[in-house]
């Protein structure tokens, strides 16, 4: 760190915010970190590490010359210096993922961001809906943001979280919870004009509904199927299938 720099400050906010990272400190008084092949961090740790500092990152820029100790005199100001350094920042580290095949990026919220498999990206990226219903859009964005996370309890809560959207899809056109099959079944025929095409939406409908009430994603009573591992895989798979159902019916319909 450079000369000024208030290091028991640094350290104190870094434990603060990851408590974790204690066990990996020495000298509770003035903490410094101590890694070694046997002693590392979870992924989860570093992650929170690289959004610690991501957030708090900026370039410096020279103030002043020092002439009697001969050295410069920097600061770390400005909007300019701040996103110079997020971008220099985010470019390292997007070179670290790539180079050792990992799958997260940064956001734009400086975050970093798990990268959806490559079957999923086209559905998720630029996904905004515009239905009409603004608990229904939100609920669709939630499933999409906590599907993004690179924690895996949030993606499990995403295909919840999308299934409950989907229940609430069917009742788009008539607004009617008592006419939950003929609303579905209008918003079909709105989406296509081929007989086949609306038999197969109808019969992929019925499915992704059977599937969400056994398995333990809407319904959490004993009996429920708890989604098979690994758990991660099954998101996916459940979360791209439904998606891309809702994404036609939306698109095909102008709300998306």
Known sequence: MAIGTDEDAFYATLLALIPQLESYCYNSGYPRMRLDSD??????????VIDFIAQRIATPSSRSF???FGHEHIWFDGQESIEAGRETFR????????????????????QVQRLSPLEVRPLVNGFKPSTGDSILDEKLLDAITRYQSRVVPD???????????FERLK????GDRTQKSASIQQLIE???????????????CKTLTKIGNNFAIRHHEHG???LPAPVSASVDYLFTRLLALISFLLRQTGRL
């Open 190 to 204: 709105a989406a296509t004009s081929s007989t086949a095409l609306r038999e197969q939406l109808t019969e992929e």
């Open 171 to 174: 009742t788009l056109e008539l």
């Open 224 to 226: 429920s199927e708890q």
């Open 91 to 110: 470019r390292d580290i997007e070179l670290l993922f790539s180079r050792n095949g990992i799958a997260f990026t940064i956001g734009q919220s400086m």
């Open 155 to 165: 993606r499990v809560d995403a295909v919840e979280k999308l299934w409950d959207a």
């Open 66 to 68: 020092h002439g009697f």
């Open 39 to 48: 002693n590392l961090p979870s992924t989860r740790i570093a992650l929170d």
